[in-house]
């Protein structure tokens, strides 16, 4: 039983390229979300699911894309990487039963330095 | 603006001691509070979790105290010890509307136990 995989854990971009974080889960949860965490700004909510196919936007969705096709992948796509994209990226997941949350679990990380 | 407000932002404390780290939050759509640890170059991993139901829940030596009139909950460690080192995070998320599937998470506290 993996939990929450991330891949890469660690990765280094130019401004302008484009990638892919990966990010699976093994529990069968139906709510998945990323998060990107920086110095004193605590995780902030990029893009979350409540179910295959369905995405929306969190906080600061801008620059980034989702989709899930599956109930197990979530990727965030980054389209035109920015030095402002340097960060944490925490991907987590949930099950719940409707109208209620339980606890996330939260990947390891993928460490992004956009350059 | 940000869901939810947390205090202090670091925190030392010697061995033994208590530990108290605060939180408030205005939406009153939110119905789960949990509170997350996370270690350097970790994940954050859920630590314990009140629903408003209830004013306080108690896990071992991690104690949450929930204020629904005032609309604010805080985390108390008991006899802190020097492995309870890590940064803490308060979060809070709704079952319906616009909170459901979000979890919105503190700017976090650096907690230092003294040995």
């Given at each position: 039983n993996a939990g929450v995989t991330q891949t890469p854990?660690?990765?280094?971009l130019k401004t302008g390229q484009?990638?892919?974080?990966?990010?699976?889960?093994?529990?069968n949860h139906e709510y998945m979300s990323w998060y990107r965490q920086d110095p004193g700004m605590g995780l902030r909510l990029i893009h979350y699911s409540v179910?295959?196919?369905?995405?929306?936007?969190?906080?600061?969705p801008n620059g980034y894309n989702v989709s899930r096709s599956t109930t197990e992948d979530f990727p965030l796509r980054l389209l035109s990487a920015a030095p402002s994209q340097t960060s944490v990226y925490f991907c987590a997941s949930s099950y719940s039963?409707?109208?209620?949350?339980y606890g996330y679990t939260f990947g390891s990380g993928t460490r992004l330095t956009v350059v | 603006q940000q869901?939810?407000?947390?205090?202090?932002?670091?925190?030392?404390?010697?061995?033994?001691?208590?530990?108290?780290?605060?939180?408030?939050?205005?939406?009153?759509?939110?119905?789960?509070?949990?509170?997350?640890?996370?270690?350097?170059?970790?994940?954050?991993?859920?630590?314990i979790a009140i629903r408003p139901d209830v004013s306080e829940k108690k896990e071992g030596r991690f104690t949450i105290s929930f204020n629904k009139s005032a609309k604010q909950f805080s985390l108390h460690i008991m006899d802190s010890q020097p492995g309870d080192s890590a940064t803490y995070?308060?979060?809070?998320?709704?079952?319906?509307?616009?909170?459901?599937?979000?979890?919105?998470?503190?700017?976090?506290?650096?907690?230092?136990?003294?040995?």
């Amino acid at each position: 039983n993996a939990g929450v995989t991330q891949t890469p854990k660690f990765q280094v971009l130019k401004t302008g390229q484009s990638m892919t974080l990966q990010c699976a889960q093994d529990m069968n949860h139906e709510y998945m979300s990323w998060y990107r965490q920086d110095p004193g700004m605590g995780l902030r909510l990029i893009h979350y699911s409540v179910g295959a196919g369905i995405t929306d936007q969190g906080e600061v969705p801008n620059g980034y894309n989702v989709s899930r096709s599956t109930t197990e992948d979530f990727p965030l796509r980054l389209l035109s990487a920015a030095p402002s994209q340097t960060s944490v990226y925490f991907c987590a997941s949930s099950y719940s039963t409707p109208g209620t949350n339980y606890g996330y679990t939260f990947g390891s990380g993928t460490r992004l330095t956009v350059v | 603006q940000q869901q939810v407000k947390q205090s202090p932002q670091s925190l030392i404390v010697q061995k033994g001691g208590i530990s108290i780290i605060n939180c408030a939050y205005e939406n009153t759509a939110f119905d789960y509070f949990p509170w997350y640890q996370q270690f350097p170059g970790k994940g954050p991993a859920l630590l314990i979790a009140i629903r408003p139901d209830v004013s306080e829940k108690k896990e071992g030596r991690f104690t949450i105290s929930f204020n629904k009139s005032a609309k604010q909950f805080s985390l108390h460690i008991m006899d802190s010890q020097p492995g309870d080192s890590a940064t803490y995070f308060c979060a809070a998320s709704g079952g319906r509307g616009s909170t459901l599937g979000r979890l919105y998470f503190g700017r976090g506290t650096q907690l230092t136990v003294w040995p």
